[in-house]
């Protein structure tokens, strides 16, 4: 086991290839589906939030739910999407790292788009009178609450990017894990430890904690600066 | 300036105008006037539906029964808004400068970005807030971000200024500081149109005062009468600090 975690460390530091091409395609794949499904989740939260509308409330419940999508689930839909047979199978885009961003994205964007929705909800409610006194229209409201909400919604993203780079389930179906294509972090470290090739999976996983880790850190610190310095 | 612009917002006339919550019946049917000029204070004691009827002729709520009518023939809802402003007993100011609120609030109603600058840094001047300018509007004291809340108003040059407990939360010199800038605006034309639980205020400031109890409108009056001479049961003992029921 010490000399695991030795192995791990070595090949950390000697930036082995192989691991840093897995960590490359990891980040891309997650940044990536994280930021697409942000532009569209943030607007989409505030704009439920600001609108009454016939079945609102059934559309905020199954949100919600979906936050809880099982990973495994949303790597079947999309599996059964790009598949030859499939809608989008002539695409030819199963088993490629594009199909992991759509399958990652399918998972976050409920999660952005449900908490931004509670986020933004929350605000309007403060500002509401405010702007509408000043004669904001709605539409004009939306970039003005995600503005002013941008602290609560960078942990809100980072609650997506978590979700993203944890996530196993997802990009094993429709990636395939295959080796320097579309194996990424998880996938490897689930396929290396099956192997009993601990070093690897070892030295990815402390990686991924460690990311997951600082990424979260240096949101909380610009946040509570923010909040400290703007009120 | 178009012809439609040109002509004045007011009188305001409210007729029948009721307001219904969950079964209960807050605002009895009410007429009212309002006219070009003045200064009027809403009064009464809590609960009465001070905020609510201001709300009301702002716009911001509905009246669930009678009507609510600007005059300004063929002025469009927008206009409408427009040449109103509201300054609320707690001011809610957005996460960015004093003075890139003040600008929003420009640039909400179309002014080009040129205009948007002098007329933001002019009414920050007016107000004497030029030292805080560029601080977060969110940190200023309460005092602060209520006068900044006024400049915010000022700078929109609204026909009507409703103003609802402005003085409620603050410190005398506050209170001083928002008393003067309602004879600023009153100076200048804009209609003013606010509530205030205090009495020696609305002496100080009121040309006419609106006096509810329970929804309902029981007395409308200039101010000197309306403290020397209440006609009403309820006004009376309102101006002598009685409790009114």
Not at chain 2, 14 to 43: A, C, S, W, Y
Not at chain 2, 46 to 52: C, I, P, Q, T, V
Request: with cysteine; hydrophobic share 50%; proline share 4%.
């Amino acid at each position: 086991m010490d000399n695991a975690f030795q192995a791990a460390f070595q090949l950390i530091v000697a930036m082995d290839p192989v691991l840093i091409g897995i960590v490359t395609l990891s980040l891309q794949v997650s940044l990536t589906a994280v930021a697409i499904a942000s532009v569209i989740a943030l607007p989409l939260g505030a704009a439920i939030a600001l609108w009454q509308f016939p079945g609102r409330g059934l559309v905020v419940v199954v949100l919600n739910a979906l936050m809880g999508l099982p990973p495994v689930v949303a790597g079947l839909m999309v599996y059964l999407m790009l598949s030859r047979a499939g809608p989008l199978g002539q695409f030819g885009l199963l088993f490629t790292p594009t199909a992991m961003v759509i399958a990652q994205i399918v998972l976050i964007l409920p999660i952005v788009a449900a908490l931004s929705r509670q986020v933004i909800e929350e605000l309007w409610g403060e500002y509401r009178e405010q702007l509408q006194s000043l004669g904001v229209s709605r539409l004009r409201a939306i970039p003005t609450l995600l503005w002013d909400a941008r602290f609560s919604l960078i942990t809100v993203v980072l609650a997506g990017f978590g979700r993203a780079s944890a996530e196993v389930g997802a990009v094993l179906i429709v990636g395939g894990n295959i080796s320097g294509v579309t194996r990424v972090m998880t996938t490897a470290i689930a396929l290396e430890t099956s192997k009993g090739n601990l070093p690897l999976a070892l030295g990815l996983g402390i990686i991924l904690l460690l990311l997951v880790a600082s990424v979260n850190a240096v949101a909380y610190i610009i946040g509570e600066a923010a909040k400290r310095r703007l009120g | 300036m178009n012809r439609a612009e040109s002509l004045s917002l007011l009188p305001l006339e409210l007729r029948g105008v009721t307001f219904r919550h969950r079964g209960q019946t807050l605002l009895q049917p009410l007429d009212l006037r309002l006219e070009r000029n003045g200064k009027t204070m809403i009064m009464g004691p809590n609960g009465a539906g001070k905020s609510l009827l201001m709300r009301i002729c702002h716009g911001l709520l509905r009246p669930t029964g009678g009507s609510v009518r600007w005059a300004g023939n063929g002025a469009t809802a927008e206009t409408i808004r427009r040449r109103q402003a509201m300054v609320f007993q707690r001011p809610v100011m957005l996460r960015r400068s004093a003075l890139a609120n003040v600008r929003y609030a420009l640039a909400v109603q179309g002014v080009s970005r040129g205009e948007r600058r002098w007329r933001a840094d002019e009414a920050v001047e007016r107000f004497g807030l030029q030292s805080i300018a560029h601080r977060p509007a969110r940190v200023l004291s309460g005092g602060e971000q209520q006068r900044l809340a006024l400049a915010r108003a000022w700078a929109l040059r609204p026909e009507i200024l409703f103003m609802d407990e402005p003085t409620s939360a603050l410190d005398p010199a506050a209170i001083k500081a928002v008393e003067e800038a309602v004879d600023t605006f009153h100076g200048e034309g804009t209609r003013i149109v606010m509530t205030t639980h205090d009495l020696g205020q609305a002496r100080r400031l009121a040309d006419d005062v609106i006096f509810l109890v329970d929804g309902r409108l029981v007395e409308r009056a200039p101010v000197r009468e309306f403290f020397e001479h209440p006609y009403s049961r309820e006004a009376a003992a309102f101006v002598q600090g009685d409790l009114v029921w």
